[in-house]
């Protein structure tokens, strides 16, 4: 009778030669190495390279290769000389990486974020944003005439838009001013905002939303949402963004080019539930529950305030003021995947430390050119 | 003797590239899909199933694997996990490579997963040159290409501050 054990026999060792792992097989260990060690794996061999470009382009069950909408989260000290971190989270490989050096701006202004994708910086002096994937470039403007001190900050097409914000004792402190990126010049004659967003501070009572012609501002708490069109300089509004009288906190994102609402349910007692919403951008109607998310992630919120960073098909919500987890949802064709992350550099920051977060789509392009050109090095983290 | 009050006990015959017979319950050899296919299809259970791309020292390990995972459907997953870890713990890459690529002819899902993991692993935090001399690969890159290569792995492997 043959025996399940293996008996000693001479073993023929993989060929010291030639390559023994190639094709389907390669693509498939490839596809458990993390985005940022990819890019020296490509470098291997030009066969390598095909089968890094090839696994990226597959999902298994096991591993979604396509899942590539990093989190962002800059860490400021909340005092001069501003000293930042940044680190982002990749859904593909579940890791957590350290960005160095941070965004050189970090260093004079506080960094602020608007809309999942747009960094910037206000201050007297100038104007700063960034919008590309992992913030290497810089554009730096003039500031705007009316000084702010928490106004509405949004990249809508070329066009960025700064409303509201203003103190008091401007003459206008509820001006719009818009400035061309391609033109590089500023259109002050944009109107003012609706009156009844001007109690609220921008970073914390509003959410933002852009696609390339238009601007959503959703107050979180009222629901109550404006649309601004920079070609027209035209305002519309206010619509009632609450398919649920019991939201307490709305907040708003486009998620491949759909803008979608995600209501806070709630009381006094605390945080019920959170649902999202699909809603047409022309008439302001939700137009059908997208997704609701499973009651165990609800009770890490905790709070009845959020924000959202939304990257394609990925949504990330978190407590702003918070965020030790990060709940985290992949909108797809079969309906919701939940999950949620633990965010180490919330629960290890301390009470001087602001985070800011955005959301980016990353490709193994994007990682070269930071290693490359932004002179950026990349560190895993195992918290 | 046939009958189906004994096809739980049913075993089959596996033979070695190197020529050696391996007799496997069959509800172990189930947990391979290529198996599993033969089975389902007209293959008779008395043939000698050849393996002509597996050494002896390979199949022993991933029947092991097999058995190990098709005996524990109903145990606890903990179990299996450390298991699994445990399992291809300390092995040399020319093993692991041998296993990966028997994982994936005999479609054995779960071994190729970790299998295929444990090789990720190694080639993470590596500059591209050690990935290739462990993997064995040529370099067809030309000298430009390289040294521009070079100079980007200059920034990407330089140690933390």
Known sequence: ?383 | MASSIENNNEKLTLKSSDGEEFLVEKHVALQSTLLQNMLDSDCSSADVIPLPKIDARTLALVLGYCKKHADASSSKQGELNSFDSEFLKDMDMGALFNLVLAANFMEIKGLLDIAAQKIADTIKDKPHQEVREIFHVENDYTPEEEAAVREENRWAFEGFP
């Not at chain 1, 501002?217 to 601004?228: L, M």
């Open chain 1, 1 to 383: 009778m043959a025996t399940e054990n293996c008996k000693e026999v001479e073993v023929e060792v993989v060929g010291d030669q030639e390559a023994p792992l190639h094709g389907d097989i390669l693509e498939a260990i490839l596809s458990h190495v993390p985005l940022i060690d990819l890019v020296p794996a490509s470098h291997v061999s030009k066969s390598w390279k095909s089968a890094v470009f090839s696994s990226l382009h597959q999902s298994t069950a096991a591993t979604n290769n396509k899942l590539n909408q990093w989190l962002i989260v800059h860490k400021q000290r909340v005092r001069s000389p501003y000293h930042t971190t940044t680190h982002a989270y990749d859904p593909r490989s579940h890791v957590w990486i350290e960005i160095t050096p941070p965004p050189s701006i970090g260093h004079v202004s506080i960094l602020r974020s608007s809309h999942s994708t747009l960094l910037y910086s206000l201050s007297p002096s100038s104007l700063s944003f960034s919008s590309d994937p992992l913030h290497l470039t810089w554009h730096h403007a003039a500031p705007p005439t009316t000084w702010r001190s928490d106004p509405v900050v949004a990249a809508v097409g070329r066009h960025v838009i700064i409303a509201g914000g203003g103190c008091d004792f401007e003459d206008n402190p509820l001006a719009v001013e818009i400035y061309d990126v391609e033109s590089r010049t500023w259109d002050r004659t944009c109107g003012s905002v609706p009156a009844n967003l001007k109690d609220s501070s921008s970073s914390t009572w509003l959410s933002i939303a852009t696609n390339n012609t238009k601007l959503f501002i959703t107050e979180k708490q009222s629901g109550a949402t404006h649309a601004f069109e920079p070609d027209t300089k035209t305002w519309s509004g206010p619509f009632d963004l609450r398919p649920d009288p019991r939201i307490c906190c709305s907040v708003i994102a486009f998620s491949n080019g759909r803008l979608i609402l995600i209501g806070l349910i709630g009381d006094v007692d605390g945080l019920k539930g959170v649902k999202m919403w699909g809603v047409n951008c022309d008439t302001f109607e939700c137009e059908g529950l997208i997704g609701e998310m499973p009651l165990e992630l609800v009770a890490k919120l905790k709070r009845e305030n959020s924000s959202v960073c939304v990257g394609g098909s990925v949504v990330y919500v978190y407590d702003p003021e918070g965020a030790e987890e990060v709940i985290w949802c992949e909108l797809g064709v079969g309906g919701c995947r939940w999950g949620s992350v633990r965010c180490a550099v919330a629960i290890e920051r301390n009470r001087m430390d602001r985070l800011v977060f955005t959301c980016s789509t990353v490709g193994i392009e994007d990682v070269e050119k930071a290693m490359r050109w932004g002179n950026r090095r990349f560190r895993p983290l195992r918290w």
